[in-house]
């Protein structure tokens, strides 16, 4: 080997089963990149002063962790048959990978320089108090270690720690003093989990920006932080009342309680209903909320029931402020191999509409209908995959959408059709083609036009 060689890459080499003893004798090598070489079933002791990176990756027939330098900066060893790192590898480590390590039954030690830490589906039981001293900690992730039962008590402010993952754990809850030193927490992702409540200190953690809560046994959310932009709830079974979230203002006002049977829906609807009327600024992807049930709300003054949705535009559309609609789909639904594609672990529907504005005065040369503008846009997204009962979708459009893409404002007095379709994607996301179509069936739906009267009245209007 070349005594000079600094960097090692042999990614993906499945025939290579041993890295030779002399890789030793280079004295200048500062990283070695041996991921996807899952035959591999030896690795030789490195006492190198100057490895720094180390990858390998998907090696099941390695049982124990390599002996290398002790000025390890980043070490990936995902997916082997590991059982614990040896302390006098971790010392100046800053990024450990341990990704499906599931024979790892003890958490690392000696890890006083570790800033990302991954220790998903690993057999590890409990996570140490020690934790809380690692100060450049920014990251651990515990997602998949279904025999991990309990969470620390933090007892001093963990500064650094921005991402928490405890996903799919056996975690049931989080003592309530470690809510109140996690004091930069911006992301926590509890679904999965076998947690019932959150403590009310939760609302403290001003950093807070998203918190997943899918698949859990809440059974009611507390006041959550101002800070809060993203929170999933969807196959909450046992939740029964939401504290108004719908106030939060840097929330992302996209709800998904798919499968929540014993939700209050009526407060989250009226909420809904009063956040639109209330003169705040929406952002331009609107407000959606999945709901299960059929039964449209009251305040949808339009409704109707078929595959299309038709309404009679008013004579003051030039004070159209926004649309909302209230969906239910007629199930079964279409198959998911054509419906959805996939992110992460949802297969999300895109939904697209047509849109068809007609007139029926007979002021276009004497014809009894004329199409007088129609198009199609990107409506929304949500995951249909679990629906195995009736739900709804109320999604409203916001001005932003009125304005630059169905021009609505346009066409007062005038009738217009809105047809609700999917387009085909692969499993990458991608569309397959640019024709391709698929129409949604409707079992019913509900239509609500939000006017601001203090737009100025069309001129045209008034004097005809």
């Known amino acids: 080997m070349a005594k000079n060689l600094v960097s090692l890459r042999l990614v993906d080499c499945p025939s290579l089963t041993e890295v030779p003893s002399s890789l030793q004798y280079l004295d200048k090598l500062e990283e070695i990149d041996l991921s996807g070489c899952y035959n591999l079933r030896s690795f030789p002791m490195l006492d190198s002063k100057v490895l720094r990176y180390l990858h390998i990756s998907r090696c099941l027939d390695m049982t124990t962790c390599p002996t290398i330098s002790q000025n390890m900066e980043l070490l990936i060893l995902p997916e082997t048959s590991i059982k614990e790192v040896p302390q006098s590898v971790t010392g100046r480590l800053e990024l450990l990978w341990l990704s499906g390590c599931s024979k790892m039954t003890k958490f690392p030690e000696n890890l006083k320089d570790i800033e990302d830490l991954s220790l998903t589906r690993s057999a590890i039981k409990e996570v140490p108090s020690s934790i809380q001293y690692l100060t450049r900690l920014y990251n651990l992730n515990m997602s998949g270690s279904s025999k991990l039962e309990s969470f620390p008590e933090i007892t001093v402010p963990m500064e650094s720690l921005r991402y928490l993952f405890l996903s799919e754990t056996g975690i049931k809850e989080i003592p309530l003093i470690s809510f109140k030193h996690m004091i930069s927490l911006r992301s926590l992702f509890l679904d999965g989990t076998p947690i019932k409540e959150l403590p009310l200190s939760i609302k403290d953690m001003v ?101 299309s949705v038709t309404i009679q535009l008013p004579s003051n559309c030039h004070q159209l402020k926004g649309i909302a609609f209230c969906l239910v789909f007629l199930l079964p639904l279409p198959s998911q191999d054509t419906l959805y594609y996939e992110f992460g672990d949802r297969y999300d529907a895109k939904v697209y509409c047509d849109y068809h504005v007609k007139s029926k005065n007979g002021e276009h040369d004497g014809d009894d209908e004329v199409v007088l503008a129609s198009g199609n846009t990107y409506v929304m997204t949500f995951n249909m995959k679990k629906w195995d009962s009736n739900h709804m979708v109320l999604h409203y459009i916001s001005n932003f959408i009125l304005v630059n893409r169905l021009h609505l404002r346009e066409y007062s007095g005038n009738e217009v059709t809105f047809k609700f379709y999917h387009s085909i994607h692969n499993h990458h996301g991608r569309k397959v083609g640019h024709e391709i179509r698929r129409p949604f069936e409707l079992k019913s739906w509900g239509v609500y036009l939000h006017f601001d009267e203090n737009l100025p009245a069309d001129k045209s209007s008034e004097e005809n």
């Open 207 to 307: 950093h807070l920006e998203d918190l997943t809560l899918h698949g859990t046994p809440i059974k009611a959310l507390p006041e959550l932080p101002p800070s809060l932009k993203t929170l999933t709830t969807h196959d909450c079974s046992s939740l029964e009342t939401v504290t108004s979230i719908i106030n939060i203002g840097r929330l992302q006002l996209r709800w998904d309680f798919t499968n929540c049977f014993k939700l209050d829906q009526k407060q989250l609807i009226e909420a809904m209903h009063l956040k639109i009327q209330s003169g705040d600024q929406i952002s331009p992807r609107g407000i959606q909320m999945v709901l299960r049930g059929s039964e449209i709300p009251e305040w949808f003054g339009d409704k109707g029931i078929g595959s």
